[in-house]
């Protein structure tokens, strides 16, 4: 069956496995106490866990379709508790699930705190208008907050810093793991940057920060974990697309026909793989496209009424 899914405030939907009672999503092992999983209905979007002595960390809640089966895992299997919960930014994809965890405390931007009270609780109270799976949830802003600088958080031994990575969001942070140098960068690393809502300025200047942190692994908001011998490839490669598709759509926003000129600006045109992201990729690039071209218009109506 189908259920809808709100993403960015529009609505989506998301198809469900039949026939199968558990493991929606896949999981890993990243390092001691660390675990990265992925979904495997939505975009390949990622949460990942930190565990300690007594309690857990959970980065980023999956879908709320999945949070439940992975709340379990953690509970069942890894056998400590979610204390907090960070929301790496307040899409429906990060932190619709965070009502699956009526303990914990959650961590997140000051901006996330102030979109998910306005924007996500009329995007679930619209999803609900047509799905009681989704007039069963709450959306639960952050109850810590940061804006600027970092923020630190102990779990056992190991220690976790929390900063602003904005561009895909303005209010997107990642987590760093000190000593192993990984980062977990939500939705600012993914193998599509994806602008709609952001600032493509501000996200090529996060992915340089990021590019310079000397990591060992990333774990992207969506796909696969990167390696310590792919990471300086992964930053050329989102800087190049994210120029790019600024150049296209600076064309693009001058001339009459955009549609058909962006048209001949697919995706691998453009340098990415269509494939990544479980097919979703061409349909974000194209967004980012007429976000862009969109931007670029307005701008150029604006000089043109000051002169």
């Not at 675990?35 to 007594?54: L, R």
């Not at 405390?105 to 679930?124: D, K, P, Q």
């Not at 007429?290 to 218009?297: A, D, K, N, P």
Request: glycine letters at 6%; aromatic letters at 8%; hydrophobic letters at 40%.
């Amino acid at each position: 069956r189908f259920l809808t899914f709100n993403f960015s405030y529009a609505i989506l939907i998301v198809r469900k496995p039949q026939g199968i009672g558990s493991q929606f999503m896949q999981h890993e092992r990243v390092s001691e106490n660390v675990y990265w999983f992925q979904s495997e209905i939505y975009a390949q979007v990622t949460a990942s866990a930190v565990i300690g002595p007594q309690w857990a960390v959970l980065i980023d809640t999956l879908i709320p379709q999945e949070t439940e089966e992975l709340r379990d895992y953690i509970v069942n299997e890894l056998l400590v508790p979610v204390k907090y919960i960070i929301n790496t930014h307040h899409h429906a994809d990060h932190s619709w699930g965070n009502c699956f965890f009526p303990r914990a405390i959650v961590i997140g931007h000051t901006l996330c705190h102030e979109l998910m009270v306005t924007r996500s609780s009329s995007a679930l109270a619209e999803a609900g208008e047509t799905s009681q799976f989704y007039r069963n949830l709450d959306i639960i802003p952050p109850h810590i907050t940061l804006s600027e600088g970092t923020l630190g958080l102990r779990v056992g031994k190991k220690q976790l810093q929390i900063f602003p990575t904005p561009g895909h969001t303005p209010d997107s942070i990642s987590v760093l793991l000190e000593d192993e140098r990984i980062l977990f960068a939500g939705d600012a690393f993914m193998p599509i940057p994806y602008v709609v809502g952001g600032d493509a300025d501000v996200l090529t200047e996060t992915i340089r920060r990021i590019g310079s942190l000397g990591l060992e692994n990333i774990i992207q908001g969506h796909g696969d974990i990167i390696l310590r011998g792919e990471i300086e490839e992964s930053v050329k490669s989102n800087l190049a697309y994210l120029h790019t598709i600024q150049r296209v759509a600076k064309t693009a926003a001058r001339r009459k026909n955009q549609i058909r000129y962006l048209d001949q600006h697919d995706i691998e045109v453009c340098g990415k793989s269509r494939v990544a992201l479980a097919g979703t990729a061409q349909e974000l690039h194209r967004k980012n496209l007429i976000w862009l071209t969109q931007i670029y218009q307005s701008q150029i109506k604006a000089e043109k009424e000051q002169t």
